[in-house]
């Protein structure tokens, strides 16, 4: 309690540190003048009066002392002044002041940034309850290459009755509809998922309710529930929204409640939820495996682990087996060896840029540790510099700890500007990251810059401004006074201790630097090998367009009919040579891939088969792509009448399964319930190799193309080949389709070259961002190398003038700082190289078409630091060579 | 303990208190009279005394301090604990 009460005692005191101080000499002084009014009376003549007053009374200044110790904290006033004094030093020193903000700001800017995208997309919690309980839950056919597919139906039925170690499972499937008036129908996302997703995440609605498992039979599903971003950007927010009729694909929907916006950490985009619905057929427990159209989520009962979870999964899929003795499933079972998987939720939706993200934070690490070392030498050249001033201050009274502390005062406004400035940079650098991050990731929200990690970052340049502020202060509180005056600037040569101390940072910083040269080289050889693929088709030439047929077109005949129709009207235009149209998207679009049986071939080992991309195209596909058939023939429109399925392979497949003599002809062993003999599918051409899945597939699959109507999907992608630009065939091609029929939504507009590089993002990020660190690296560690010999330099003139003196050349100056210089350098890239050797093998999953130690990489970056290395030993290592011995020996 | 006991019955000012500490020990202690400022300061901080300026008996402005409730209190237990201690010590010198 007292102790409490005189803390806001003192606390008081400091704001009125002036009346305070004058109240107290006032109290004092009526005190003396008492004392010497009483001795006046006893008869005492005046001075010696006084001087027997100030007896009794003691130094007055001394008591003065001890009584401010007690009105208010002296060290706070003493901080103030260090600050004071602190900031009046940088400011007279703004080269020195800038450098160490900038490359400090700098290097922390760029861990804060990445530790936000790693916050936001890997460690942060779900906004939901107990979010470690949810997971999603994917079927996983290993020996066909399929690592996730969706789950179906079926497996929701049969988890939901039997499987209690869960608290509720949930489908979840993406929907896209067109909204809005004629003339102007925009194309939106939205899911379709069952009543569960809002019980096992434990959201409430916001306005409104959300639907029963009623509504989810067909014909009783026109219900939604809009997401609260999409309820206040287009009903702005108004509660009477409830109850209104919504136009969804030309049909009507009953809006029933808003969802709250956590909802969308999980599904970040989507507009409106509906019931998840379903026909009998994909409930059917035998359909199990044929209908994999949705994802599923669940939550894994409290006190329950995630393994015990999946075992209990397991066994409801072995029991699934051993009921359904079909020979198709149990070949499936047999081929593919499918089991399901559970992982955590956003673990699942992030895993693709996880590693990427991992390693550029190590990138940054290493960046900060150079950026640290760099700062520190700074630091430590300046203290020495500083040793005469330091030397006074102490002989005038200032004790050790006062020192210390002046020196920790100037690193924390330091490293505190930094940090200040390191937000700055990140905010930045966010915003650049979230370009890229809606290119690759569509699900998660955008990265945001959380007050835990700015929390973390002032915490970190906390444990920075120790680092660098004790260093050079444990080393001024124990420079020796008397050695420090004397010698001051007067030394023929520095102090042993610095310059090793100097020497050992200037290697720390060129091997760490080294080090990122390298990863970084290694990634950049990596992109060029990527890019240098060719994708097999003049991929600059094609435009992608989707359109969505809405519900009036009934029928199959009817939307073949429509689609004939578009492409007919596309090909008007003038500059357009082809048109065709695919079932999804062709560039890593909705095919994947399958396995298959050459005919006549045993299976491999414990009954795996080989796999290949599958892709169903239309008879025109080659001819407008401008793939080349090699042997046999293409695809016709006969061959869409025929029973019989035919098949073209790629070049790649022909050579690996059929080397040495033509595939056509052969075909592949029939998998359907009741094969007929002679209509085993056939192969009837090969076709020259095209990459639909990307450029970077390590060990790309081949290729089998099926002959597809593609009538069946109102989804129609048009695939246009043109000799003219985008901008201007665009509008044309906008407005052909607006003829045919204008409540057409055209959406997904993509040339399929930006297709393609749109999927090296990923390797494009971590390949720039690498880049930057390394050449902010090496910039760093000239610096440093330079400010390490320019301060050794301007210390040691004397010494060069005396040798000068005694008969040495410039060459020889030049010669001997180089020497010196280079070696320090030298063994730090030799620390470097070896380091390198045995940290680039965890980089061996981005690399590409090279490997992890590739000896001309090394040698090349070596070559390069050294050479900068050079430059930076070159500007102070000519103003030594420019001393001029008899201007030093004299002004001594 | 000394201070509370100067001004347990009025407010003193700093020279009276001194006065009555050099009495009441009868002059065993003797201290430099600034050293009690220190002292005063970190009572009042305490919240044992507080104190006001008022014009002293010979006519010159000072602070005169006096006893808090909570100085009342902390004098009473001092004391209570000085009996007790000097009881004790009694006790073993008695029977040594």
């Avoid at chain 1, 996730?148 to 499972?169: C, I, T």
């Avoid at chain 1, 001309?856 to 050079?870: E, K, M």
């Amino acid at each position: 309690m007292s102790r409490f009460r005189s803390f806001f005692f003192r606390l008081r005191g400091l704001f009125r540190r002036q009346s305070a101080e004058s109240e107290t000499s006032e109290e004092l002084r009526a005190h003396l003048d008492a004392l010497i009014d009483r001795n006046l009376a006893n008869g005492m003549p005046i001075e010696e009066a006084r001087f027997a007053a100030l007896r009794t009374f003691g130094v007055l200044e001394q008591v003065k002392e001890q009584c401010r110790d007690q009105l208010y904290w002296r060290w706070f006033e003493q901080i103030s002044r260090d600050l004071r004094f602190s900031l009046r030093f940088l400011r007279r020193t703004p080269v020195f002041t800038v450098t160490v903000i900038g490359s400090l700001g700098l290097c922390i800017g760029a861990n804060t940034a990445l530790f936000s995208a790693f916050y936001s997309l890997i460690l942060k919690p779900l906004p939901f309850p107990e979010p470690s309980q949810l997971v999603e839950i994917y079927n996983v056919y290993p020996k066909a290459g399929v690592m996730k597919l969706p789950m179906s139906v079926a497996q929701y039925l049969d988890y939901n009755a039997n499987a209690d170690r869960f608290d509720g499972f949930a489908l979840w499937a993406p929907w896209t509809f067109t909204v809005g008036a004629e003339g102007f129908p925009s194309r939106l996302m939205g899911a379709r998922v069952t009543p569960d997703y809002f019980k096992i995440l434990r959201v409430q609605p916001l306005l409104g309710r959300f639907y029963s498992s009623e509504e989810c039979m067909p014909g009783h599903d026109r219900v939604v529930v809009l997401t609260q971003t999409y309820w206040e950007r287009h009903f702005g927010g108004s509660s009477s929204v409830i109850g209104d009729d919504l136009r969804i694909d030309g049909e009507t929907f009953s809006i029933i409640g808003v969802a709250p916006r956590s909802l969308e950490a999980l599904h970040f985009g989507a507009a409106v939820l509906k019931p998840f619905e379903w026909t009998p057929n994909q409930a059917d427990p035998h359909a199990r495996h044929y209908y994999s159209n949705a994802f599923m989520f669940a939550r894994v009962r409290p006190g329950i682990s995630v393994g015990a979870a999946a075992a209990q999964l397991a066994i409801l899929e072995a029991r699934f087996f051993a009921h359904d003795t079909s020979l198709e499933m149990q070949g499936l079972r047999h081929a593919t060896g499918h089991r399901v998987a559970l992982g955590g939720v956003r673990a699942e939706q992030t895993k693709s840029i996880a590693q990427g993200l991992i390693f550029l934070q190590a990138a940054a690490m290493l960046l900060l540790v150079i950026g640290v070392v760099n700062v520190t030498n700074l630091m430590l050249a300046r203290a020495n510099a500083r040793r005469s001033e330091l030397a006074v201050r102490q002989a005038l009274g200032a004790g050790p700890g006062a020192l210390s502390l002046q020196l920790f005062t100037e690193a924390m406004l330091l490293v505190g500007a930094s940090a200040v400035g390191a937000v700055a940079v990140a905010s930045a650098a966010i915003r650049v990251l979230n370009i890229v991050h809606s290119e690759v990731l569509q699900s998660t929200p955008p990265i945001t810059l959380d007050p835990q990690v700015i929390a973390t970052t002032f915490l970190l340049s906390l444990l920075i401004a120790t680092i660098v502020g004790l260093l050079p202060a444990a080393r001024a509180s124990r420079a020796n006074l008397s050695t420090a005056l004397h010698v001051t600037s007067h030394s023929a040569s520095t102090g042993g201790r610095t310059i090793h101390w100097g020497n050992w940072m200037v290697s720390a910083q060129a091997g760490l630097a080294l080090i990122l040269l390298i990863g970084s080289a290694l990634l950049i050889r990596s992109f060029v090998n990527v890019i240098a693929i060719e994708p097999g088709f003049a991929a600059h030439r094609f435009l992608h367009v989707r359109v969505a047929l809405s519900s009036s077109y009934k029928g199959s005949a009817n939307v073949k009919a429509a689609r004939d129709r578009l492409m007919a009207s596309l090909r008007e235009i003038s500059g357009v040579e082809a048109v065709t149209t695919m079932p999804g998207d062709i560039v890593k679009g909705l095919f994947g891939p399958a396995a298959f049986q050459v005919r006549g071939s045993a299976p491999g080992v414990d009954g795996a088969l080989p796999t290949a991309w599958n892709l169903g195209v239309t008879p025109e596909f080659f001819d407008t792509l401008g793939i080349r058939i090699v042997e046999g023939r293409g695809f016709s429109d006969a061959d869409l009448k025929e029973t019989r399925q035919v098949h073209v392979v790629d070049r790649a497949f022909a050579e690996s399964h059929f080397p040495g003599r033509s595939p056509v002809g052969e075909g592949f062993e029939d998998f359907s319930p009741n094969p007929k003999p002679e209509q085993w599918p056939l192969i009837v051409g090969v076709a020259e190799v095209a990459r639909f899945t990307g450029l970077d597939v390590r060990d790309p699959r081949p290729y089998i193309y099926t002959a597809s109507s593609s009538s069946s999907s109102r989804v129609l992608s048009l695939i246009v080949r043109t000799n003219r630009r985008t901008a201007e065939i665009l509008p044309l091609i906008r407005e052909q389709i607006r003829r045919v029929d204008p409540t057409l939504p055209i959406y997904d507009v993509k040339r399929l070259d930006a297709v393609l590089d749109g999927l090296l993002d990923t390797r494009r990020g971590v390949m720039v961002m690498t880049g930057v660190f390394a050449v902010i690296a090496v910039l760093l560690a000239a610096l440093g190398i330079y400010g390490m010999l320019a301060y050794a330099v301007s210390q040691r003139t004397r010494e060069i003038g005396i040798r000068m003196t005694i008969g040495a050349t410039r060459r020889d100056i030049v010669t001997f700082l180089l020497r010196q210089c280079l070696s320090k350098v030298g063994i730090g890239l030799i620390l470097g190289l070896l380091s390198s050797l045995a940290l680039t093998g965890y980089l061996r999953s981005e690399l590409f078409g090279i490997e992890p130690n590739d000896a001309a990489t090394f040698v090349v970056s070596v070559l390069l630091l050294l050479g900068v290395a050079a430059l930076a030993i070159w500007g102070p290592a000519r103003r030594a060579a420019a001393v001029d011995p008899v201007i030093t020996l004299r002004s001594e | 303990m000394l201070i509370l006991k100067a001004v347990q019955h009025e407010p003193r000012h700093g020279l009276a208190i001194a006065d009555r500490i050099q009495q009441i020990s009868q002059l065993v202690l003797r201290v430099e009279q600034g050293s009690l400022y220190p002292a005063l300061y970190r009572l009042e901080a305490e919240g044992l005394i507080k104190a006001e300026w008022g014009t002293s008996d010979t006519n010159r402005k000072a602070r005169f301090y006096q006893l808090t409730a909570a100085g009342r209190k902390r004098l009473t237990a001092e004391k209570e604990h000085w009996d007790r201690l000097t009881a004790a010590v009694n006790v073993v010198l008695r029977n040594a």
